[in-house]
């Protein structure tokens, strides 16, 4: 049963009050409602947490500034069994909770799920680029290098036993890192990691409006990288993985 299955919604914020109200209207109107939503605010300076706590919302606060330690903040207060994360301008169809219960719900050996970006504002150009180009680019190269799909973090869910697992691992404490991005890296070879791409959400193409925020956004990327090198080399990842299917043991 799907119903047997609770949603935490996580998302974390700042100074986004316009666009976290229009997230959270979306998310009022899902066939299958958040048993909880979770808005992290991060040292917002404008209306956000009035918008919050207008639609109901949980507000948790985190004070240091960074999307990796906001983030974790609001998984570390989520209580469902699956916690779904957006960010506040990510605009979810009216069943993305729904198909993301159902995917748990018929995979008990799911662990991780991650869908699609489909770009708004801007212009078709840039957001053209940032599917298939940003996005696509991610995919190509970051999932042989990890053995699975890297997560995305505006449209992505997990089971909060899996985050229990790895919230003391994750890089938490960096600023310039895509926290997305380091906990694919912390995701372990014996869990499951699911790219949906029918499961997606509508996301503001402004990180790639100018070359300033697409520059911002590219140089956050090796940084990451670097966090897990060389101990998370492709060849070990891929080892690793291919013993926890095969229940080999680790050579040594």
């Known amino acids: 049963m799907t119903d047997a299955l609770s949603v935490s919604v996580v998302i974390p914020v700042r100074n986004d009050a316009r666009l976290l109200e229009v997230c959270l209207r979306a998310l009022d109107q899902q066939t299958r409602r958040a048993d909880e939503v979770i808005v992290v605010d991060n040292g917002s300076t404008d209306d956000t947490v009035t918008v919050a706590l207008r639609y109901g919302t949980r507000v948790v606060s985190e004070p240091v500034p960074g999307i990796p330690q906001a983030a974790s903040a609001g998984y570390d207060a989520a209580s469902g069994d699956i916690i779904a994360r957006l960010d506040a301008d990510s605009r979810p169809g009216p069943d993305w909770i729904e198909r ?6 018929y995979r008990p050996d799911l662990d991780f799920l991650t869908g699609d970006p489909r770009f708004y504002g801007s212009n078709p150009l840039v957001r053209w680029m940032g599917e298939h180009l940003y996005i696509g680019g991610m995919y190509a190269v970051l999932t042989p290098f990890l053995g ?3 997560l995305f ?6 089971r909060t036993d899996a985050w229990r697992m790895l919230s003391g691992e994750v890089h938490r404490d960096e600023q310039n890192i895509h926290d997305d991005f380091d906990l694919s890296f912390h995701v372990r070879p014996d869990m499951t990691v699911l ?26 990327v090796l940084p990451t990288v670097r966090l897990h090198l060389p101990q998370e080399a492709p060849h070990r990842r891929r080892q690793a993985r291919r013993r926890a299917r095969t229940g080999s043991p680790a050579a040594g």
């Open 100 to 105: 993301i219960v159902e995917r748990f719900a």
């Open 195 to 220: 790219r949906d791409r029918g499961i997606v959400v509508d996301v503001s193409a402004r990180p790639f409006q100018d070359w300033a925020s697409l520059r911002r956004r590219l140089s956050f």
């Open 153 to 158: 973090g505006s449209n992505m869910a997990m």
């Open 148 to 150: 699975h799909a890297p």
